[in-house]
């Protein structure tokens, strides 16, 4: 019988006996509870238990919905495009687990996953995969032209990032620059069209995640020097709160000029100084001692893409 995760954690595992434990999944969480058995792994595999990722997947997206429509967007562009992000960071997640699978159960954070445990096989995650691109494709048939080739053009993308802490410093641009590639569909749907001021959201977003993924890649730091990978956090090493607010700066200018460019309203502006205000306190909190800390910091973000559609919302509505 296929083990649960509640069996899996009873084991000793590579990187265990550290203290705090680092581990990202939970034994008590919601799917433990009320999802069958068979499904709990594979809830996992698309980090359906974690859906801080699908937010900070989805809000960006729908601050460029309503930035493109210039107000509120259709209630069916707010359904597909908030499945395609569900379905996308699933997707996404799951090839994750797939090409790190060997490497999963040597990182204490990742050591429980569906796959290195052995809660699900190979083969069937492929088919969860497939089922899932399968799914995606419908979607397609409600975008216009335009945006089915950029979702095409997203899947290199997804399909890479695994791949890359393996032979880049870098891994968390090409994350971001897939994770926010909904914010392009979002302006090329809606006005059939990407003009430079939604490339810079856009590219403003990109430089976001590249900042609070390397927060979060702080976490891996011991284990990734370990097993010879790459991540901006060994690229940055002590220097990681100089480069971070690096990036949150650059975010913040994009975004503003970006408002500029697209006429938006003075509130907009307001809500832009709580977004930089937020990135200030992150940086007072970021703790390179404190990996357990960059956690709740990485999860903080998902407050920053509320901020980020409420000032689309205000920039567009007060206009």
Not at 283 to 292: G, I, T
Request: aromatic share 14%.
């Amino acid at each position: 019988m296929t083990p649960s995760f509640s069996d899996s954690t009873q084991k000793p595992a590579s990187g265990s006996g550290t203290s705090p434990d680092l581990s990202d999944m939970r034994p008590d969480d919601w799917v433990e509870r009320w999802l069958p058995r068979s499904w709990g792994p594979y809830a996992r595999l698309c980090r359906l238990d974690r859906p801080v990722g699908t937010w900070l997947t989805l809000l960006p997206c729908m601050a460029a919905l309503v930035q493109a429509a210039d107000g509120w967007p259709t209630l069916f562009r707010i359904f597909i495009f908030s499945l395609g992000a569900l379905l996308m960071r699933g997707i996404g997640c799951c090839f994750n687990d797939i090409f790190d699978r060997d490497i999963d159960k040597k990182v204490e954070r990742t050591r429980f996953r569906p796959l290195t445990s052995g809660q699900i096989t190979l083969k069937n995650a492929l088919w969860f995969v497939l089922a899932q691109l399968v799914v995606c494709a419908m979607l397609l048939l409600a975008l216009n032209e335009y945006s089915r080739w950029l979702a095409i053009a997203l899947m290199p993308i997804v399909i890479i990032y695994p791949l890359c802490k393996r032979f880049t410093y870098w891994p968390q641009v090409v994350l971001g620059i897939g994770f926010n590639w909904g914010m392009l569909m979002a302006w090329s749907d809606t006005q059939n069209s990407v003009p430079l001021s939604a490339v810079a959201m856009w590219l403003g977003a990109v430089l976001w995640q590249v900042g609070y993924d390397s927060i979060y890649a702080y976490v891996d730091v011991r284990d990734d020097k370990r097993l010879g990978l790459h991540s901006t956090a060994l690229r940055f090493n002590d220097k990681g709160k100089i480069w971070i607010s690096g990036f949150y700066v650059a975010t913040v200018a994009l975004w503003v000029w970006a408002g500029s460019a697209m006429q938006m309203g003075w509130p907009y502006y307001l809500v832009m100084a709580g977004i930089a205000a937020h990135f200030s306190w992150q940086m007072r909190v970021f703790d390179l001692a404190r990996p357990e800390r960059n956690f709740m910091l990485f999860r903080s973000n998902m407050g920053v893409g509320v901020l980020l559609l409420i000032a689309a919302l205000a920039g567009t509505i007060t206009v």
